[in-house]
């Protein structure tokens, strides 16, 4: 009996030993608990301490209480795994025990149980947290019986297998475990996707559900469905589906979250500061996840991603959009109107789609059909397509416009919640300073780099704020009320995707017949199976990573203006780095003005006209007055190609950002950017590069074009004796003494005299007052590439006289 209650004690003695042990311990016997008082004191943490696991809470006074595992280090706990995500147990009474029966159980306060392993055998012995992260019950010998990594959460570690049957799904909110609406995880197809499953309707967004599984570079042929994050942060996937952390390498901690805004993302820990930072994620423009703004609502970037009602809707809840808007008239199937939408659309819940159809017949379709509540008329691979909408789900912006369907009565003209974002983005206040701190790095430097990493999503959705808002600001200026959009500023970005190595190869036969080398690297022509005849530039000196590289890539694909060289796509394997951009028949601006073969025709003066106003009307794009988003760097005449009917296209936009990410300063920057000749002051001294270093460059173009002669080489000037000087300031110098000189011919002795007076005077006038301004050393003398456009488009439909 006596030595039965010794035994007994040094029992509770040996389990108090280990319970109030200092030294955390990373396993608890069979027959022992964790209670939740001990909660802040007592876990179990892996032998070498990367990760914990024991009760967690976000807030101590509301006695809610997860058993859960989070990185030891990260500086909010962050939570990987969670036994009872959707039912937390109170903050008194509850434990977590390793039953005599070999169960891991959890209860709540008064005994009832609310999570349990199921497993029921004497072998089990310990319950242990491994390295891994991973929370094992293992029996003597160390064989696992059950594991955690079998029934992931939100979170997928590296090294643990995600196979089929395993779901990651979304937190509800940051601050609550309950299973949300977004999921990833592989599909009967056996590919892995991500799926919103709402209230209302569930949707797959991921990959993009426009094309194929094939397009999106995945395989639904292997039925070995696994998937793994190695240690060096790459994942790999049985579906083809394979990306790289940015920072990839060994001795990284990381974790693959879906989070609770519906983005699957990658994020690599700092040891020292215990902060994440996003190293991947799925979905480029956050915007395009399925269901943020429920039936009715738009998703848009202010920059952040908030969501908004269309017009005469208002919010069913305004603390829960996934449960969107309601409109505030009633709806009916007669008597009703369509107003129009301009930059919102809405993906899937199409009734129907028509090809090569008018706008007024697209409407009538809609007006017949009672289900109709909505259409757009939008032109796809070539052809005006209709597509009628059943239900608005996953509102968000781009260039194209949707037509609502109202009742007659209500007032079209009642202003509206989107109207009002844009316009306080655009017109009132100062959107420069809201802004640009999204989208440079820093704006008080030369620096014109993205902030990328850090702020990922949000750079891009100030993009799009940008994109938009400029395109609504020459809207608003041009037509001064709504109406339907340009065509040249529409987006097809359905039409862009990525394109296989293999493929460029075929569609140039091996990179065959070569249309030019630039900067860049080489340019190759091309027929796509689609037959479309395509120019491929194939990319040097890239540094970026895939990801970076696709994500500001896309952001090209989505500019479309008629003076701007069109990007088809893109081609991203391995270390090879590929643009594929719309073919322009007639090569670049350089060959026709400055050729002195006698066999090319002369550039005739109203193409030499149209030349200079479609460049700066390209240029106006680009560096729209709202916001400078994108400088060219380098606008000189062999980057403006000609089409068939001699309308300019600038190409190479952009580009300056792809392929220096990690120059350091001005001096290296000048080095590979810019051309001799056609660079501004500014690049040799310490001045901030604004998109006034364009306009110089436009400068030198367009006095070019009237010149016909390379202003950009160097001469030996003829009053300076013995001084080697750029023949553009010799030029300046020989205009200006003409002009002050005055009299009606001084135009004359400055246009290319092969013209023989086949030109029209007063443009020719403007063009060199024009030039003569845009090359002024102190940039802010320079006009603006808008008050170029405006200036040229005055005189533009004068005709030339002999
Ligand atoms: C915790 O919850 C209480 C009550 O709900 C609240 O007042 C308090 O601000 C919360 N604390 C934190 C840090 O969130
Ligand atoms: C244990 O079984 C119960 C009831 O069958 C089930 O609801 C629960 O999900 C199971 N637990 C685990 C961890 O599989
Ligand atoms: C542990 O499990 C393995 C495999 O089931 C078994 O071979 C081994 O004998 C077990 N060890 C003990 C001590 O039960
Ligand atoms: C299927 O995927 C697995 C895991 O990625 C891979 O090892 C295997 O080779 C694939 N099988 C086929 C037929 O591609
Ligand atoms: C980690 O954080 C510390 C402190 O904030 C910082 O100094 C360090 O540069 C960071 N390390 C990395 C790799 O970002
Ligand atoms: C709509 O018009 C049709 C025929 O024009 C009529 O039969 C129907 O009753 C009307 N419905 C309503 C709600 O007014
Ligand atoms: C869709 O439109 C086509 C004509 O473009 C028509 O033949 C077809 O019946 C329509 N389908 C539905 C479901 O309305
Ligand atoms: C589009 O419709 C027009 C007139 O209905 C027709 O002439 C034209 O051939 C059609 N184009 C295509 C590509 O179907
Ligand atoms: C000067 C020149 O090359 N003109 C060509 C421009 O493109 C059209 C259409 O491809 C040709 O017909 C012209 O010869």
Not at 530 to 558: I, M, P
Not at 722 to 750: C, H, N, P, T, Y
Request: with cysteine; aromatic share 12%.
């Amino acid at each position: 009996m006596r030595a039965q209650i010794i035994f007994f004690l040094l029992i509770i003695c040996n389990f108090n030993l280990f319970v109030t042990s200092s030294k955390p311990s990373n396993y608890l016997p069979r027959g022992s608990s964790l209670t939740v008082e001990d909660a802040s004191s007592k876990h179990l943490v892996s032998p070498d301490k990367t990760f914990t696991c024991g009760f967690y809470t976000f807030n101590d006074t509301t006695h809610a209480y997860y058993f859960s595992i989070w990185y030891t280090n990260s500086k909010e706990k962050t939570v990987v795994w969670t036994a009872n995500r959707d039912k937390p147990v109170n903050g008194h009474g509850s434990r977590l025990t390793l039953t005599k029966h070999g169960s891991l159980v959890l209860t709540d306060r008064g005994g009832s149980i609310v999570w349990a392993t199921n497993t029921s055998s004497v072998a089990v012995d310990r319950v242990e947290l491994l390295n891994s992260g991973n929370l094992v019950l293992k029996n003597k010998s160390g064989k696992i019986l059950w594991k955690s990594f079998d029934f992931p959460t939100d979170t997928l570690l590296p090294n643990q297998f995600f196979t089929e049957n395993q779901k990651l799904i979304s937190r509800i909110s940051p601050q609550v475990f309950s299973p949300g609406y977004f999921s990833f995880y592989f599909d009967i197809e056996n590919v892995l996707k991500m799926v919103y499953d709402g209230p209302e309707f569930s949707s797959v967004y991921w990959p993009n559900p426009d094309i194929n599984i094939f397009q999106n570079g995945r395989t639904s042929y292997n039925g070995t469905t696994v998937a793994i994050l190695d240690d060096t942060g790459a994942l790999v996937s049985s579906d083809g589906l394979h990306f790289s952390a940015s920072d990839v390498g060994l001795g990284v901690k990381r974790r693959l979250t879906m989070d609770y805004d519906g983005n699957l993302r990658l994020f690599s820990l700092n040891d020292t500061s215990g902060l994440w930072t996003v190293t991947w994620q799925a979905v480029i423009q956050q915007c395009d996840v399925h269901g943020l703004c429920g039936r009715n609502g738009i998703c848009i970037y202010t920059p952040d991603p908030k969501c908004s009602c269309l017009p005469h809707h208002e919010p069913v809840n305004s603390n829960d959009w996934s449960k969107g808007c309601k409109p505030r008239f009633k709806r009916g199937c007669n008597d009703t109107q369509f107003i129009e939408i301009p930059h919102v659309d809405y993906d899937g819940f199409d009734l129907n789609f028509t090809r090569n159809i008018s706008f007024n017949d697209c409407r009538q379709i809609c007006l017949g059909d009672c289900h109709c509540e909505a259409f757009k008329h939008a032109i796809r691979e070539g052809l005006w397509t209709c597509y009628t909408k059943g239900d608005l789900f996953n509102g968000h912006m781009n260039d194209e416009s949707l037509y609502l369907r109202i009742p007659k009565r209500v007032k079209s003209s009642e202003s509206n919640n989107i109207l009002s974002v844009s316009r306080l983005a655009c017109g009132g206040g100062d959107p420069k300073i809201e802004l640009l701190p999204m989208l440079y790095n820093d704006a008080s430097t030369r620096s014109f780099k993205w902030a990328y990493l850090y702020s990922f999503g949000v750079a891009i959705g100030a993009i799009e704020v940008v994109l938009f808002v400029s395109s609504w600001c020459i809207f608003f200026r041009k037509h001064g009320t709504l109406g339907s959009l340009e065509e040249g500023y529409r987006t097809i970005s359905s039409q862009f995707r990525s394109f296989s190595y293999g493929e460029l190869k075929r569609a140039t036969e091996k990179f065959k017949q070569v249309l030019g080398e630039g900067g860049f690297g080489s340019v190759y022509k091309g027929v796509l199976s689609d037959e479309r005849v395509v120019a491929v530039k194939k990319l040097e000196k890239v540094v970026q990573g895939e990801e970076e590289f696709w994500a500001e890539v896309s952001t090209f694909g989505r500019i479309n203006h008629m003076n701007l060289a069109r990007m088809w796509g893109f081609c991203s394997e391995g270390i090879q780095r590929l643009l594929v951009y719309e073919y322009v028949e007639n090569g670049s601006l350089d060959k026709h003005l400055f050729s002195s073969s006698t066999t090319s025709t002369l550039l005739e003066w109203e193409k030499r006209y149209k030349i200079a106003l479609g460049t700066a009307k390209g240029l106006q794009y680009l560096h729209h007055e709202c916001l400078e988003w994108v400088i060219h760097c380098d606008v000189k005449p062999e980057n403006i190609l000609l089409d068939s009917d001699f309308e300019p296209k600038i190409s190479d936009f952009g580009l300056a950002k792809l392929c220096q990410r990690d120059s350091q300063g001005l001096s290296q920057l000048s080095m590979m950017r810019g051309t001799k000749g056609y660079m501004a002051p500014e690049w040799t001294t310490n001045l901030p590069l604004t998109s006034k270093v364009d306009v110089y460059s436009y400068g030198v173009v367009i006095l070019e074009l009237v010149r016909g002669l390379r202003l950009s080489s160097w001469v030996v000037d003829d009053n300076v004796k013995e001084e080697e000087m750029l023949k553009l300031k010799s030029f300046v110098r020989f205009a200006q003494g003409k002009m002050q000189d005055g009299g009606d011919s001084w135009i004359d002795d400055l246009v290319d005299s092969r013209l023989e007076g086949k030109f029209c005077r007063n443009q020719a006038v403007k063009m060199i007052e024009i030039g003569l301004l845009c090359v002024e050393d102190d940039r802010n003398k320079r006009p603006t590439m808008e008050s170029v456009a405006q200036a040229l488009a005055e005189c533009e439909d004068e005709v030339v006289t002999m």
